[in-house]
Protein backbone atom coordinates (compact mmCIF):
# COMPACT_ATOMS: atom_id res chain seq x y z
CA UNK A 1 0.00 0.00 0.00
CA UNK A 2 2.09 2.54 -1.08
CA UNK A 3 0.17 5.83 -0.20
CA UNK A 4 -0.87 5.46 2.90
CA UNK A 5 0.75 6.81 5.90
CA UNK A 6 3.51 5.41 6.99
CA UNK A 7 2.65 5.58 10.88
CA UNK A 8 5.20 8.02 11.73
CA UNK A 9 3.04 10.28 12.83
CA UNK A 10 2.05 8.00 16.10
CA UNK A 11 5.89 9.00 17.21
CA UNK A 12 5.63 12.67 15.44
CA UNK A 13 2.30 14.00 17.54
CA UNK A 14 2.18 12.66 20.99
CA UNK A 15 1.01 15.38 22.96
CA UNK A 16 2.45 14.72 25.94
CA UNK A 17 5.42 15.20 24.97
CA UNK A 18 4.93 19.05 23.84
CA UNK A 19 6.45 20.81 26.34
CA UNK A 20 7.31 23.87 24.84
CA UNK A 21 4.73 26.32 22.30
CA UNK A 22 4.70 28.31 19.24
CA UNK A 23 2.45 31.32 19.07
CA UNK A 24 3.86 31.55 15.49
CA UNK A 25 4.08 29.38 12.58
CA UNK A 26 5.92 30.40 9.08
CA UNK A 27 5.64 27.68 6.60
CA UNK A 28 8.96 27.95 4.02
CA UNK A 29 8.05 26.27 0.93
CA UNK A 30 10.63 25.98 -2.44
CA UNK A 31 8.30 24.66 -4.69
CA UNK A 32 9.60 21.82 -6.89
CA UNK A 33 13.41 22.35 -5.18
CA UNK A 34 15.44 19.14 -5.76
CA UNK A 35 18.61 18.89 -4.30
CA UNK A 36 20.34 19.78 -6.58
CA UNK A 37 18.50 23.08 -6.59
CA UNK A 38 19.39 23.76 -2.91
CA UNK A 39 23.14 22.61 -3.78
CA UNK A 40 23.74 24.96 -6.26
CA UNK A 41 22.07 27.71 -4.62
CA UNK A 42 24.87 27.26 -1.75
CA UNK A 43 27.49 26.66 -4.71
CA UNK A 44 26.57 30.13 -6.68
CA UNK A 45 26.98 31.86 -3.26
CA UNK A 46 30.03 30.77 -2.10
CA UNK A 47 31.72 31.15 -5.38
CA UNK A 48 30.05 34.52 -5.99
CA UNK A 49 29.73 36.15 -2.29
CA UNK A 50 32.64 34.46 -0.24
CA UNK A 51 29.25 32.43 1.61
CA UNK A 52 27.05 29.51 1.85
CA UNK A 53 22.84 29.98 1.68
CA UNK A 54 21.31 31.02 4.67
CA UNK A 55 19.46 27.31 4.21
CA UNK A 56 22.94 25.08 4.64
CA UNK A 57 24.42 27.21 7.08
CA UNK A 58 21.28 26.45 9.20
CA UNK A 59 22.94 22.95 8.93
CA UNK A 60 26.53 23.78 9.19
CA UNK A 61 25.79 25.80 12.42
CA UNK A 62 23.55 22.92 13.98
CA UNK A 63 20.38 25.56 13.85
CA UNK A 64 18.12 23.61 12.99
CA UNK A 65 15.92 20.26 13.00
CA UNK A 66 16.66 18.33 10.04
CA UNK A 67 14.40 15.14 8.08
CA UNK A 68 13.49 14.01 5.02
CA UNK A 69 9.94 13.61 4.18
CA UNK A 70 7.64 11.00 2.03
CA UNK A 71 5.70 13.43 -0.11
CA UNK A 72 3.69 10.57 -2.36
CA UNK A 73 0.19 11.54 -2.80
CA UNK A 74 -3.27 9.54 -3.09
CA UNK A 75 -2.97 9.07 -6.13
CA UNK A 76 0.94 8.41 -7.13
CA UNK A 77 4.23 8.11 -5.84
CA UNK A 78 4.96 11.25 -7.96
CA UNK A 79 3.13 14.07 -6.31
CA UNK A 80 1.73 17.38 -8.03
CA UNK A 81 1.56 20.93 -5.78
CA UNK A 82 -2.48 20.52 -5.30
CA UNK A 83 -1.98 17.34 -3.48
CA UNK A 84 1.12 18.34 -1.93
CA UNK A 85 0.33 21.42 -0.12
CA UNK A 86 -3.23 19.61 0.95
CA UNK A 87 -1.10 17.09 2.61
CA UNK A 88 -0.08 19.90 4.91
CA UNK A 89 -3.11 22.14 4.59
CA UNK A 90 -5.59 19.16 5.27
CA UNK A 91 -3.57 16.22 6.80
CA UNK A 92 -5.19 13.51 3.91
CA UNK A 93 -3.54 12.39 1.35
CA UNK A 94 -5.51 13.33 -2.00
CA UNK A 95 -5.32 12.79 -4.98
CA UNK A 96 -3.50 14.78 -7.94
CA UNK A 97 -5.22 18.21 -9.14
CA UNK A 98 -7.03 18.25 -5.82
CA UNK A 99 -7.26 20.91 -2.96
CA UNK A 100 -8.09 19.19 0.24
CA UNK A 101 -10.76 17.17 -1.54
CA UNK A 102 -11.53 13.27 -0.74
CA UNK A 103 -12.39 10.81 -3.18
CA UNK A 104 -15.75 9.97 -1.84
CA UNK A 105 -16.59 13.93 -1.79
CA UNK A 106 -15.74 15.13 1.95
CA UNK A 107 -13.25 17.84 2.52
CA UNK A 108 -10.95 18.57 4.83
CA UNK A 109 -10.86 22.01 6.85
CA UNK A 110 -7.47 23.58 5.39
CA UNK A 111 -4.63 24.32 8.36
CA UNK A 112 -5.39 28.08 7.94
CA UNK A 113 -9.08 28.09 8.40
CA UNK A 114 -8.29 26.39 11.64
CA UNK A 115 -6.05 28.59 12.85
CA UNK A 116 -7.77 31.33 11.75
CA UNK A 117 -10.60 30.26 13.51
CA UNK A 118 -8.64 29.89 16.52
CA UNK A 119 -7.45 33.70 16.96
CA UNK A 120 -4.27 33.70 14.88
CA UNK A 121 -3.75 35.86 12.26
CA UNK A 122 -3.48 33.94 8.97
CA UNK A 123 -1.89 35.07 5.63
CA UNK A 124 0.40 33.59 2.44
CA UNK A 125 3.16 35.29 -0.20
CA UNK A 126 4.11 33.80 -3.30
CA UNK A 127 5.92 34.36 -6.30
CA UNK A 128 3.34 32.85 -8.44
CA UNK A 129 -0.25 33.24 -8.48
CA UNK A 130 -1.77 34.14 -4.80
CA UNK A 131 -4.63 31.20 -6.19
CA UNK A 132 -1.81 29.33 -7.32
CA UNK A 133 -1.64 25.36 -5.37
CA UNK A 134 0.50 25.31 -2.80
CA UNK A 135 -1.04 28.83 -1.33
CA UNK A 136 -4.61 27.44 -1.95
CA UNK A 137 -4.01 24.13 -0.45
CA UNK A 138 -3.76 25.82 3.19
CA UNK A 139 -6.84 27.79 2.45
CA UNK A 140 -9.25 26.23 0.50
CA UNK A 141 -11.37 23.29 -0.89
CA UNK A 142 -11.98 22.59 -4.53
CA UNK A 143 -12.00 19.31 -6.46
CA UNK A 144 -9.63 20.95 -9.10
CA UNK A 145 -6.69 23.26 -8.50
CA UNK A 146 -7.54 24.79 -11.71
CA UNK A 147 -10.59 26.46 -10.29
CA UNK A 148 -8.25 29.57 -10.04
CA UNK A 149 -11.27 32.40 -10.82
CA UNK A 150 -13.08 30.70 -8.11
CA UNK A 151 -10.53 30.53 -5.23
CA UNK A 152 -9.94 34.17 -5.58
CA UNK A 153 -13.71 34.41 -4.85
CA UNK A 154 -13.47 32.53 -1.53
CA UNK A 155 -10.23 34.50 -0.51
CA UNK A 156 -12.46 37.06 -0.63
CA UNK A 157 -15.57 35.19 1.82
CA UNK A 158 -12.42 34.13 4.05
CA UNK A 159 -10.96 36.85 4.48
CA UNK A 160 -7.06 36.04 5.33
CA UNK A 161 -4.98 38.86 6.81
CA UNK A 162 -2.07 39.12 4.32
CA UNK A 163 -2.59 37.83 1.25
CA UNK A 164 0.63 38.81 -1.66
CA UNK A 165 1.67 37.37 -5.61
CA UNK A 166 0.78 37.21 -8.65
CA UNK A 167 -2.60 36.16 -10.33
CA UNK A 168 -4.53 39.61 -11.30
CA UNK A 169 -6.12 38.08 -14.44
CA UNK A 170 -8.44 35.67 -11.92
CA UNK A 171 -9.44 39.29 -10.39
CA UNK A 172 -10.22 41.27 -12.88
CA UNK A 173 -10.84 41.23 -16.56
CA UNK A 174 -12.95 37.97 -15.91
CA UNK A 175 -15.41 35.90 -17.78
CA UNK A 176 -18.33 36.57 -15.50
CA UNK A 177 -17.13 40.78 -15.63
CA UNK A 178 -16.74 40.72 -12.25
CA UNK A 179 -13.61 43.28 -10.43
CA UNK A 180 -12.38 41.30 -7.08
CA UNK A 181 -10.33 44.40 -6.81
CA UNK A 182 -13.21 46.84 -5.96
CA UNK A 183 -14.99 43.97 -4.12
CA UNK A 184 -12.20 42.83 -1.85
CA UNK A 185 -11.70 47.17 -1.25
CA UNK A 186 -15.66 47.15 -0.78
CA UNK A 187 -14.98 44.35 1.98
CA UNK A 188 -12.50 46.51 3.78
CA UNK A 189 -9.12 44.83 2.39
CA UNK A 190 -6.40 47.41 1.29
CA UNK A 191 -5.68 45.85 -2.27
CA UNK A 192 -1.74 46.55 -3.33
CA UNK A 193 -0.90 46.52 -6.98
CA UNK A 194 2.72 47.59 -7.13
CA UNK A 195 5.60 47.52 -4.57
CA UNK A 196 4.82 51.20 -3.50
CA UNK A 197 1.82 50.39 -2.41
CA UNK A 198 3.49 48.33 0.29
CA UNK A 199 4.96 51.03 2.33
CA UNK A 200 2.34 52.22 4.40
CA UNK A 201 -0.34 49.78 5.61
CA UNK A 202 -2.53 49.59 8.17
CA UNK A 203 -2.12 46.69 10.62
CA UNK A 204 -6.31 46.54 11.42
CA UNK A 205 -6.95 45.77 8.29
CA UNK A 206 -6.66 42.70 5.85
CA UNK A 207 -4.55 42.72 2.68
CA UNK A 208 -4.77 41.58 -0.53
CA UNK A 209 -1.47 42.28 -2.60
CA UNK A 210 -1.66 41.03 -6.53
CA UNK A 211 1.48 42.27 -8.85
CA UNK A 212 1.75 40.98 -11.92
CA UNK A 213 -0.90 39.08 -14.31
CA UNK A 214 0.20 35.21 -13.70
CA UNK A 215 3.14 34.61 -12.16
CA UNK A 216 5.63 37.58 -10.89
CA UNK A 217 8.83 37.48 -12.97
CA UNK A 218 11.85 35.57 -12.61
CA UNK A 219 14.34 37.22 -9.81
CA UNK A 220 17.22 37.33 -12.59
CA UNK A 221 15.04 39.20 -14.88
CA UNK A 222 13.46 41.66 -11.84
CA UNK A 223 17.14 42.50 -11.22
CA UNK A 224 18.29 43.59 -14.51
CA UNK A 225 14.76 45.94 -15.03
CA UNK A 226 14.27 48.82 -13.40
CA UNK A 227 10.37 49.01 -14.04
CA UNK A 228 10.07 45.68 -12.63
CA UNK A 229 12.70 46.70 -9.22
CA UNK A 230 10.18 49.90 -8.62
CA UNK A 231 7.12 48.18 -8.78
CA UNK A 232 7.42 44.35 -8.17
CA UNK A 233 8.31 43.38 -4.79
CA UNK A 234 10.63 40.48 -3.89
CA UNK A 235 10.12 37.69 -2.18
CA UNK A 236 11.82 38.78 0.99
CA UNK A 237 10.14 41.77 0.70
CA UNK A 238 6.79 40.12 0.95
CA UNK A 239 8.01 38.17 3.65
CA UNK A 240 8.86 40.96 5.96
CA UNK A 241 5.96 43.27 5.36
CA UNK A 242 3.63 40.12 6.11
CA UNK A 243 5.44 39.43 9.41
CA UNK A 244 5.42 43.21 10.38
CA UNK A 245 1.99 42.96 9.52
CA UNK A 246 0.58 40.18 11.43
CA UNK A 247 3.08 39.87 14.27
CA UNK A 248 1.42 41.76 17.15
CA UNK A 249 -1.32 39.84 17.05
CA UNK A 250 -1.66 38.38 20.35
CA UNK A 251 -3.19 34.88 19.42
CA UNK A 252 0.14 34.65 16.83
CA UNK A 253 -0.01 34.26 13.07
CA UNK A 254 0.49 31.55 10.77
CA UNK A 255 2.55 32.78 7.08
CA UNK A 256 3.04 30.64 3.99
CA UNK A 257 6.45 32.07 1.90
CA UNK A 258 6.06 30.21 -1.50
CA UNK A 259 9.24 30.42 -3.99
CA UNK A 260 6.49 28.96 -6.48
CA UNK A 261 9.21 29.80 -9.49
CA UNK A 262 11.29 27.65 -8.63
CA UNK A 263 9.34 24.68 -9.90
CA UNK A 264 8.54 26.88 -12.96
CA UNK A 265 11.90 27.05 -13.84
CA UNK A 266 12.57 23.87 -13.53
CA UNK A 267 9.87 22.40 -16.20
CA UNK A 268 11.66 24.85 -18.40
CA UNK A 269 14.81 23.33 -17.76
CA UNK A 270 16.03 27.58 -16.90
CA UNK A 271 19.18 27.12 -15.04
CA UNK A 272 19.62 30.82 -14.61
CA UNK A 273 16.11 31.61 -13.22
CA UNK A 274 16.35 28.34 -10.96
CA UNK A 275 19.52 29.18 -9.26
CA UNK A 276 18.43 32.96 -8.82
CA UNK A 277 14.88 32.44 -7.76
CA UNK A 278 16.31 29.64 -5.27
CA UNK A 279 18.54 32.47 -3.94
CA UNK A 280 15.80 34.72 -3.83
CA UNK A 281 13.80 32.06 -1.44
CA UNK A 282 17.04 31.96 0.45
CA UNK A 283 16.86 35.71 1.07
CA UNK A 284 13.58 35.50 2.34
CA UNK A 285 14.58 32.78 4.93
CA UNK A 286 17.42 35.24 6.20
CA UNK A 287 14.20 37.94 7.06
CA UNK A 288 12.24 34.82 8.89
CA UNK A 289 15.13 33.72 10.62
CA UNK A 290 16.30 36.98 11.64
CA UNK A 291 13.25 37.19 12.79
CA UNK A 292 12.07 34.08 14.13
CA UNK A 293 15.77 33.95 16.52
CA UNK A 294 14.68 37.22 18.11
CA UNK A 295 10.91 36.66 18.58
CA UNK A 296 11.58 33.26 20.32
CA UNK A 297 7.98 32.19 20.26
CA UNK A 298 8.10 31.33 16.45
CA UNK A 299 8.34 27.48 14.36
CA UNK A 300 10.02 28.12 10.98
CA UNK A 301 9.35 25.07 9.00
CA UNK A 302 11.75 25.05 5.56
CA UNK A 303 10.94 22.64 2.92
CA UNK A 304 9.93 21.41 -0.63
CA UNK A 305 6.68 19.59 -2.16
CA UNK A 306 8.63 18.06 -4.22
CA UNK A 307 11.66 17.64 -6.80
CA UNK A 308 11.13 18.86 -10.18
CA UNK A 309 13.76 17.80 -13.35
CA UNK A 310 16.49 16.98 -10.89
CA UNK A 311 19.04 19.86 -12.36
CA UNK A 312 22.84 19.42 -11.10
CA UNK A 313 25.97 21.02 -11.73
CA UNK A 314 28.19 18.45 -13.70
CA UNK A 315 31.48 16.90 -13.89
CA UNK A 316 34.08 18.41 -16.97
CA UNK A 317 37.44 20.15 -16.94
CA UNK A 318 35.73 23.58 -17.25
CA UNK A 319 32.89 23.07 -14.44
CA UNK A 320 33.80 25.67 -12.11
CA UNK A 321 34.36 28.68 -14.65
CA UNK A 322 31.62 27.61 -16.94
CA UNK A 323 29.32 27.88 -13.71
CA UNK A 324 30.55 31.00 -12.36
CA UNK A 325 29.49 32.96 -15.92
CA UNK A 326 26.23 32.72 -14.56
CA UNK A 327 27.34 35.62 -12.12
CA UNK A 328 27.10 37.61 -15.03
CA UNK A 329 23.72 36.56 -16.92
CA UNK A 330 21.43 39.67 -16.99
CA UNK A 331 17.99 37.72 -18.10
CA UNK A 332 16.81 34.14 -18.06
CA UNK A 333 15.93 31.77 -20.82
CA UNK A 334 12.76 32.07 -20.63
CA UNK A 335 13.49 36.16 -21.07
CA UNK A 336 15.24 35.08 -24.13
CA UNK A 337 13.28 32.68 -25.51
CA UNK A 338 9.78 34.75 -25.22
CA UNK A 339 11.15 38.36 -25.79
CA UNK A 340 11.99 36.63 -29.44
CA UNK A 341 9.61 37.05 -32.28
CA UNK A 342 8.59 34.91 -35.55
CA UNK A 343 9.97 38.57 -37.66
CA UNK A 344 13.43 38.41 -35.83
CA UNK A 345 16.22 36.50 -37.44
CA UNK A 346 18.65 34.36 -36.57
CA UNK A 347 21.46 36.64 -36.15
CA UNK A 348 19.56 38.93 -33.81
CA UNK A 349 18.51 35.77 -31.55
CA UNK A 350 22.25 35.11 -31.38
CA UNK A 351 22.57 38.68 -30.33
CA UNK A 352 20.13 38.13 -27.86
CA UNK A 353 21.78 35.22 -26.24
CA UNK A 354 25.15 37.25 -26.28
CA UNK A 355 24.04 40.50 -24.60
CA UNK A 356 22.28 38.85 -21.97
CA UNK A 357 23.94 35.35 -21.42
CA UNK A 358 27.11 36.11 -22.56
CA UNK A 359 28.08 32.94 -24.82
CA UNK A 360 27.75 32.45 -28.81
CA UNK A 361 25.81 30.36 -30.39
CA UNK A 362 26.76 28.49 -33.51
CA UNK A 363 24.52 29.46 -36.58
CA UNK A 364 23.58 26.13 -36.94
CA UNK A 365 22.18 26.03 -33.43
CA UNK A 366 20.78 29.73 -33.41
CA UNK A 367 18.76 29.02 -36.55
CA UNK A 368 17.20 25.58 -35.11
CA UNK A 369 16.47 27.03 -32.51
CA UNK A 370 14.94 29.79 -34.38
CA UNK A 371 12.86 27.64 -36.59
CA UNK A 372 10.96 27.02 -33.91
CA UNK A 373 9.10 30.49 -33.65
CA UNK A 374 7.86 29.96 -37.28
CA UNK A 375 5.04 27.17 -36.16
CA UNK A 376 3.63 30.05 -33.61
CA UNK A 377 0.91 32.41 -33.92
CA UNK A 378 1.57 35.98 -35.40
CA UNK A 379 0.50 38.10 -32.57
CA UNK A 380 3.66 36.91 -30.82
CA UNK A 381 1.84 35.21 -27.78
CA UNK A 382 3.60 32.20 -26.76
CA UNK A 383 2.85 29.47 -25.41
CA UNK A 384 6.22 28.24 -23.54
CA UNK A 385 5.87 24.77 -23.28
CA UNK A 386 5.82 25.08 -27.24
CA UNK A 387 9.23 27.28 -27.56
CA UNK A 388 12.33 25.54 -27.63
CA UNK A 389 13.44 25.15 -23.76
CA UNK A 390 14.55 21.52 -23.71
CA UNK A 391 16.70 22.08 -26.45
CA UNK A 392 18.09 25.51 -25.56
CA UNK A 393 19.04 23.99 -21.64
CA UNK A 394 21.17 21.50 -23.58
CA UNK A 395 22.87 24.04 -25.99
CA UNK A 396 23.13 26.08 -22.80
CA UNK A 397 25.35 23.07 -20.51
CA UNK A 398 28.54 23.06 -22.31
CA UNK A 399 28.52 27.12 -21.04
CA UNK A 400 27.53 26.79 -17.34
CA UNK A 401 28.10 23.08 -16.94
CA UNK A 402 24.69 22.80 -15.11
CA UNK A 403 21.99 19.99 -17.08
CA UNK A 404 18.48 18.38 -16.01
CA UNK A 405 16.80 14.85 -16.21
CA UNK A 406 13.79 15.77 -17.02
CA UNK A 407 10.93 18.07 -17.19
CA UNK A 408 8.76 17.05 -14.82
CA UNK A 409 7.78 16.05 -10.87
CA UNK A 410 10.14 13.58 -9.61
CA UNK A 411 9.20 11.70 -6.86
CA UNK A 412 12.35 12.84 -4.06
CA UNK A 413 11.92 12.38 -0.39
CA UNK A 414 12.46 16.48 0.61
CA UNK A 415 14.15 18.42 2.64
CA UNK A 416 12.61 19.57 5.36
CA UNK A 417 14.36 21.65 8.42
CA UNK A 418 12.51 23.14 11.20
CA UNK A 419 13.88 25.71 13.88
CA UNK A 420 12.00 26.87 17.05
CA UNK A 421 9.24 25.65 19.91
CA UNK A 422 8.39 22.18 18.86
CA UNK A 423 11.36 21.07 16.53
CA UNK A 424 12.50 19.16 19.08
CA UNK A 425 9.72 16.50 18.46
CA UNK A 426 10.57 16.26 14.76
CA UNK A 427 11.67 12.64 14.06
CA UNK A 428 14.52 11.95 11.02
CA UNK A 429 11.80 10.52 8.35
CA UNK A 430 8.23 12.03 8.45
CA UNK A 431 4.81 11.72 5.89
CA UNK A 432 3.62 14.64 4.42
CA UNK A 433 0.36 14.65 6.39
CA UNK A 434 2.17 14.35 9.83
CA UNK A 435 3.13 18.05 9.25
CA UNK A 436 -0.90 18.99 9.71
CA UNK A 437 -1.08 17.89 13.15
CA UNK A 438 2.66 18.74 13.80
CA UNK A 439 1.54 22.37 13.59
CA UNK A 440 -1.80 22.18 15.47
CA UNK A 441 0.40 20.52 18.03
CA UNK A 442 2.60 23.13 18.25
CA UNK A 443 0.68 26.14 18.75
CA UNK A 444 -1.50 23.42 21.27
CA UNK A 445 -4.54 23.86 19.22
CA UNK A 446 -7.24 21.43 19.57
CA UNK A 447 -7.89 19.26 15.93
CA UNK A 448 -11.58 19.62 16.88
CA UNK A 449 -12.96 20.80 13.32
Known sequence: MPFQSSGVANALIDSNTWKSKAKNIIFMVSDGMSSGTLNMADLFLQRRDGRGSNWINLYRENIV???????????????????????????VRVKNGRLNYNENGEVNMPIWQKFKTSGKKVGCV??????????????????????????AEMYLDLRFDVMMGGGSQYFEDR?????????????????????????????????????????????LDRLNDEDMLKTIPSLAEMASSAIELMKDNKQGFCLQVEA?????????????????DQVAF???????MDFAQKDGNTLVIITSDHGNANPGLYYGEKADKNFETLFDFKHTNDWVLMNTLKTDTSNIFRDRVMVNQLYDLTEEQ???LFDAYQHQSEDGAYNSYKLPFERYAHIQKKH????????????DFTELAMFGPGSENLKPFVTNTDLHTFMLHACHVENKF
Not at 83 to 90: D, E
Not at 186 to 202: C, P, W, Y
Open 260 to 276: GKVDWAAHANDGPAIIY
Open 175 to 219: KDNRNLFTEFAEKGFQVLRSKNDMITLAKDKPVMGVFDKSGLPYE
Open 126 to 151: TTVPITHATPAGFCVTSKTRGEQAEI
Open 282 to 288: DDAIKVV
Open 366 to 368: ATE
Open 65 to 91: TRAHMDMASASSLVTDSAAASSSWGGG
Open 400 to 411: TSVAFGSMEHSA
